[in-house]
């Protein structure tokens, strides 16, 4: 057997220090199955060891939390009984080196994180951005990514209904993948990973383990450099048809009462899952390797124990279950195997060919994991730009219009969600390319409202306030579909803790969710930390994304953002400031990278959201649309487009010039079409609630009449908007 | 009226045309793969999804499994037999309609709504439809139907062409024809007119607050047929 030594501790990717601390705990030097134990459980994407002591500050209850952060994934309550479980994760660095499998694996994990806790997955969104369209990688890392996502979330049969992509040259080496899933569970029928009981047998059931993905959670904790080729064999292999299996087979166990305790085996596999269900029970477990259903002849207890392998679930049951749980994974073609059985040793104990390969107490693997408070650099608030009239005097509003439309963070991204199956299950009644995908709660007059965003542009120029916006920006695409914000999952994308830079923007991105998720009660239930996303010395802009999750009583009341009716009055809520730093166009048209984001007033955001619902409680709302990136003209003519419709704008009676009118990026604003007849009643809602808001004008047939000089047709909207992506593809 | 909806290991669709059938006023029965007989049946419905997850090639294994030789058996002696999207792909694998499935035209999955004419009424899918054009969902892989010289004239000649892609004034031109199917072709018969293949999903069409209500049309003038 290999011998242990620093130099091989150093290579498992544990610092001198962290392997010191190691031999001190176990009062030995470990072996090698042990120290991959040790290295796998102990490195960044399992431990969270130098983000803990900041997610600690999130909130994470509410009267509507029934499980948050630390289970597979957070449960809320909707009422009825019914409860949504979801989580949002990142499969980063295996999507960059293999972007099929990569991007697959990521769905594969996190649906298997929900169906864990037995509820059903009803919907899956991603949030995915990659670097500058000119980096010759662009193209082909985009289509496999979206292959890969479209190839594992269409055959499980879970429709995509959002999604978010972007691109910018700070992921040219570093692309984000993360998928996010949420699944409908009865609360009486949660499943935990917390075991109980002494002797009660481990079972092992899905694929076989393989050699695939050893040290992928390693992997994922590392930067990359020029080798990142060689680690391919690092990447995971997804077989959806198997999860599916896996997921109808584990959903039939769990109509019983077998199950004590389930974990699924995602990151660093075996070790991961049985120590963290040992862990959350106080127990000890033992494993006979020897039992586990293994592809490849002759596997170590290392490759074992480290394989991450896809499609398997490690299983409490209560004794006497065995007979009836393989029955039903017989049924479904599934490899089932007792492997072991909980102790009351307190340690995890592995054996191999009749011997011990491994004994180490669970505590030192969790509780005594490393925790960091790393050093970081509080960022400055820019400098405002002060731009004057004649900056734009030489600007045509059209122009300008025809750019921020086609603009590749604009356009639109129905060339990626077509290839997403987003109707099956037939309870989609929003479809990708709105503000949020909304899914009926199968059988009832409720609905789910879900939607992913993320601000890196804003997070990067002041990550505090960034960290506010993306949070706010949730909460308004579930508002404009007219549902209630109950609690949001997050995933922390961000370069290299040991950077001070990259990590006061985690630090501050993390405060800023932290204070706009208290102040909106729309607590953290779940997430994960991706660090150390950066190629050499290069970190990627910080990319908080946010997922978050509301509620429809009644599913007819949901809104949608096009254009209704021809005469409807349009009126923006919210107040226009003229915010250009950071905007799509001063950093598009202007060529203006520096100053401040939009600031973000978390009153203002509160006040107009909840009086937003109230008028559509009271139906008086026909469509509505949040206003974000490119600003109030970019709102307004995805809503003509949408539509079909056209709209007259009525000359506004702010001061500000136009073009800092229509493109600035205020945040807090929505725009709403109303009935004529309903003027009266909406401002005064408006009033009694002391909201901003103006008239902007009425809907026509099929022209955007933005002055008397400026026309646009809606034909032309859409050729602006919809065929970047197509052309870019297929060029 | 009684259906059956086969569930294949990696069927994903068959909720949804339970649900779909129940509502219309189909008693629904679901049945497994693995078993031998089917139930007493007025329609058995071979649903989509991704059935032994494609493997080899879309519907090659489920065509082979348990159920299918009773539900062959049914169709020769005349029963109604259905099969969406890989219930199509399914069908004619076991060659109870002609042709084949190949992969889509430009190597992409396509899941969006089309407009498909109908051009057959002789039959008890279509016949009193009052409609020749209905709006359908797809979402698909391999729904670019494909046969040879001789079969498209024996199809042609025998009026087994269901439905056809195209615009929603029903014109069947190249720029409708979503996946490079041969001729357009988005639905197929047997010689008898009992089976019929086709890749639109009626199912996921039948209620105003989803993709639209004409899978809502289709269920409610099959089960009047039947009855």
């Known amino acids: 057997m290999m011998l242990v030594n620093e130099k091989v501790a150093i290579e498992h990717g544990l610092k001198p220090d962290e392997y010191k601390k190691i031999c001190d705990l176990l009062k030995r030097v470990p072996n090698i199955t042990e120290l991959g134990i040790f290295s796998a459980m102990w490195n960044e994407h399992c431990s969270y060891k130098s983000s803990r002591l900041h997610l600690k500050k999130l909130p994470t209850k509410s009267k509507k939390v029934i499980q948050g952060p630390g289970e597979n994934a957070g449960v809320i309550d909707i009422e009825d009984n019914d409860a949504i479980v979801f989580k949002i994760e990142s499969h980063n660095h295996p999507s960059f080196i293999e972007p099929y499998q990569g991007a697959a694996t990521g769905v594969g994990g996190i649906m298997r994180d929900v169906f864990t806790m037995g509820a059903r997955p009803i919907a899956n969104l991603n949030s995915i951005h990659f670097g500058s369209p000119q980096n010759k990688k662009t193209k082909n890392l985009l289509r496999g990514v979206v292959h890969g996502i479209g190839g594992y979330g269409n055959c499980m049969g879970v429709p995509t209904i959002a999604g978010q992509t972007s691109f910018d040259s700070s992921y040219n080496g570093n692309i984000l993948v993360n998928a996010m899933t949420l699944g409908l569970v009865k609360k009486n029928k949660i499943f935990y990973s917390k075991a109980a009981g002494l002797n009660k047998p481990v079972i092992y059931v899905g694929s076989k383990t393989g050699r695939d993905g050893i040290h992928g959670a390693s992997m994922a904790s590392a930067s990359f450099d020029d080798k990142i080729e060689e680690k391919k064999p690092t990447v995971q292999v997804g077989d959806p048809f198997t999860e599916k299996l896996l997921l109808e087979a584990c959903l039939e166990l769990m109509e019983g009462d077998s199950i004590i305790a389930i974990q699924d085996m995602g990151a660093a596999g075996l070790t991961s899952s049985s120590i963290e269900m040992a862990s959350k029970g106080n127990l000890g477990i033992e494993i006979d390797l020897n039992k586990v259903p293994c592809r490849e002849a002759k596997m170590t207890p290392y490759e074992i124990m480290l394989s991450e392998s896809q499609e398997r679930m490690l299983i409490v049951l209560e004794n006497g279950k065995e007979e009836h749980a393989k029955r039903i994974f017989d049924k479904w073609n599934l490899d089932f195997a007792v492997i072991g059985q909980t102790t009351n040793s307190k340690n995890i104990e592995l054996f191999f060919d009749n011997e011990q390969v491994a004994n180490i107490p669970v505590n030192t693997l969790v509780e005594n994991s490393p925790m960091y408070d790393r050093k970081w650099k509080k960022a400055k608030l820019p400098k405002k730009n002060k731009f004057k009239n004649v900056d734009f005097n030489n600007l045509k509003i059209k122009d300008v219009l025809k750019k921020i439309l086609s603009n590749h963070n604009v356009c639109s991204k129905e060339w990626i969600w077509q290839q997403y199956d987003h109707t099956v299950m037939g309870d989609t009644i929003q479809k990708p390319g709105g503000d949020s995908g909304v899914v009926r709660v199968h059988g009832t007059n409720k609905a789910v409202a879900a939607s992913v965003d993320s601000s890196a542009v804003y997070c990067w120029a002041h990550p505090l306030t960034g960290g506010k916006q993306v949070v706010a920006e949730s909460w308004r695409n579930l508002i404009s579909v007219g549902a209630k914000p109950i609690a949001i999952t997050n995933c922390l994308n961000f370069g290299s803790p040991e950077n001070e830079e990259n990590m006061g923007e985690f630090v501050e991105c993390v405060q800023g969710i932290s204070e706009a998720s208290k102040y909106l009660e729309f607590p953290v239930v779940s997430g994960n930390v991706s660090f150390y996303n950066q190629t050499k010395e290069v970190g990627i802009k910080p990319t908080p994304a946010i997922g978050g999750v509301g509620l429809i009583k009644d599913y007819k009341k949901m809104i949608s953002m096009n254009f209704k009716e021809i005469n409807n009055l349009v009126l923006i809520i919210g107040k226009t400031e003229g915010h250009i730093d950071q905007s799509l166009f001063a950093r598009t048209i202007l060529d203006e990278k520096n100053g401040p984001p939009p600031e973000v007033n978390l009153f203002n955001e509160k006040n107009n959201g909840e009086s937003l619902l109230e008028l559509i409680e009271n139906n008086y709302i026909k469509s509505a649309h949040d206003i974000s990136l490119g600003g109030l003209l970019t709102a307004i003519s995805k809503m003509c487009i949408k539509g079909n419709k056209g709209i007259k704008l009525s000359k506004s009676k702010n001061l500000m010039n136009e073009i800092e009118y229509f493109f600035s990026e205020d945040q807090g604003r929505y725009i709403i079409e109303i009935k004529p007849k309903d003027l009266s009643e909406v401002v005064k809602i408006l009033k009694k609630n002391s909201v901003h808001y103006e008239e902007l004008g009425i809907i026509i047939d099929n022209e955007l009449v933005i002055n008397q000089k400026t026309k646009v047709t809606i034909d032309e909207l859409k050729s602006y908007n919809t065929n970047w992506l197509k052309n870019y593809m297929s060029s | ?227």
């Open chain 2, 1 to 227: 009226m009684k259906s059956s909806v086969i569930t294949f290991p990696g069927s994903n669709c068959d909720r949804d045309m339970d649900v779909a059938l129940s509502k219309f006023g189909f008693k629904n029965k679901m049945v497994w793969h693995d078993d031998n007989e089917l139930p007493k049946s007025d329609l058995v419905v071979l649903p989509g999804g991704f059935s032994y997850g494609d493997y080899l090639r879309c519907g090659s294994m489920a065509s082979k499994s348990k159920i299918m030789q009773s539900v062959i058996n049914f169709a020769k002696s005349g029963g109604l037999v259905m099969g969406i999207c890989n219930g199509f792909q399914i069908l004619v694998e076991t060659g109870l309609v002609p042709g084949v499935l190949l992969r889509n035209k430009y190597l992409e999955f396509i899941c969006k709504n089309v407009y498909v004419k109908v051009v057959n009424k002789q039959n008890p899918y279509f016949k009193n439809l009052d409609k020749d054009i209905l709006e359908l969902h797809i979402a698909h892989n391999e729904g670019n139907y494909f046969c040879t010289d001789d079969q498209l004239k024996e199809i042609n000649e025998n009026n087994q062409i269901a439905i056809y892609y195209c615009d929603e004034k029903g014109h069947t031109e190249e720029q409708h024809n979503p996946n490079g199917s041969l001729k357009n072709i988005a639905g197929i018969f047997n010689k008898e007119k009992n089976v019929l293949g086709m890749m639109p999903h009626p199912e996921r069409m039948i209620d105003q607050s989803l993709s639209g209500e004409d899978g809502s049309i289709f269920f409610k003038n099959l089960i009047n047929n039947l009855k």
